[in-house]
């Protein structure tokens, strides 16, 4: 499609708010906003990234799938403060429609890769705890999710911006998907919604589920187990809360804007998800690590902030190799 293509979509998408520029004292706060997301996400995911590099005892088959999403996380932040900071400073577009696509691009493939690898995660456990009694995931298997991962939200991403469905938000602070675009193909839109959002949705809530499920009835005649389920159900909840909390909203405003072309959203909400969406770059650390007692000992050892025991190489050993007993199985699980 030809640079003047993308720009009739990017005029015929936001016509009617044209005229609107968002005062300087809100584009203050939105620049106060992106920058706190920014630093909160770069220090987050990029201590876990740090840690990873420093303790090789940290570099089991499951963490590394976390390792690939603190990645993302910190990709995506850094990409929503190079453009939003900017624009909203001068108050204008500056990047054009070039700059906006490939905003799009990389915004939205880094959000649905953080998606799919908590996706890969979820899908890695269930195996491990409801289908195999003493499952070896190996670091192939880790290697295949986290290629299946990328290329996924690349395909899906290029798809979607190369239909033209990008464009400036009604406030001109931010490029994000024109749900509404009159050039769009709703089959297209459709599938993009189902693959890269309601899908995860799915798989999250059937593999937290069944790992609640089966927990509970190996764990009826154990009362030693019995007091693990609280903490397994507690990590269940924070992860769906955050899904949920963080990128319903804007799925489901977008949804009933691609069934209802012409509902009129109030002129900031567009804007107030796409950017509250991006917290999901924040939250994903603190569940994955913060939550972690054993991942988070390991980070705080690297910066030394604890003083190992004389015995840590043992304990190192039972940390990083947890089984967990029940009547009938035996579930290792590589941390």
């Known amino acids: 499609m030809s640079d003047q ?20 004292w809100m584009r203050a706060g939105i620049i106060a906003y992106i920058s706190l997301v920014t630093i909160s996400g770069t220090l987050m ?7 990873f590099y420093k303790n090789k005892s ?8 976390i390792l690939n999403l603190c990645v993302s996380n910190l990709l995506g932040t850094t990409a929503s403060a190079c453009l939003v900071i900017p624009v909203n ?3 204008e577009q500056i990047f054009g429609n070039l700059g906006c696509m490939i905003y799009v691009f990389t915004c939205g493939m880094l959000g649905v890769a953080n998606l799919w690898t908590i996706t890969v995660l979820s899908i890695a456990h269930y195996i491990v705890i409801c289908k195999s009694r003493h499952f070896s995931l190996r670091r192939r298997h880790v290697i295949s999710g986290i290629f299946f991962v990328w290329i996924w939200s690349a395909i899906w ?28 193909k709703i089959v297209q839109y459709t599938l993009y919604m189902v693959c890269c959002f309601v899908v995860p949705l799915i798989f999250l809530s059937y593999c937290y589920g069944s790992i609640i499920y089966e927990v509970r009835q190996q764990t009826k005649s154990s009362k030693a187990s019995k007091d693990a389920l609280p903490e397994a159900a507690k990590m269940v909840f924070v992860i769906m809360v955050a899904f949920l909390v963080c990128w319903c909203p804007y799925g489901c405003v977008a949804m009933l804007t691609m069934i209802k072309p012409n509902y009129k959203t109030p002129i900031f909400m567009d804007t107030a998800l796409s950017f509250f969406a991006k ?30 025991s004389a015995n840590s190489e043992s304990t190192m050993y039972k940390e990083t190799h947890s089984a967990v007993k029940y009547p009938n199985k035996l579930y290792s699980v590589q941390l």
């Open 157 to 184: 991403n290029g798809v979607l911006v190369g239909s033209g469905g990008y464009g400036s938000d009604k406030m001109k602070s931010d490029c994000g998907i024109v749900w509404n675009s009159v050039d769009k």
């Open 45 to 51: 995911n990029g201590v876990v990234i740090i840690a």
């Open 89 to 91: 400073a001068l108050g």
């Open 279 to 308: 917290l999901s770059f924040i939250t994903s650390p603190v569940i994955y690590v913060a939550m972690n007692t054993k991942m988070r000992k390991r980070v705080l050892e690297v910066f030394r902030l604890r003083v190992r």
């Open 5 to 24: 293509c993308f720009a009739s979509t990017m005029n015929e998408s936001f016509h009617e708010y044209e005229e609107y520029q968002a005062p300087v």
């Open 58 to 65: 940290l570099r089991t088959p499951l963490n590394y799938l």
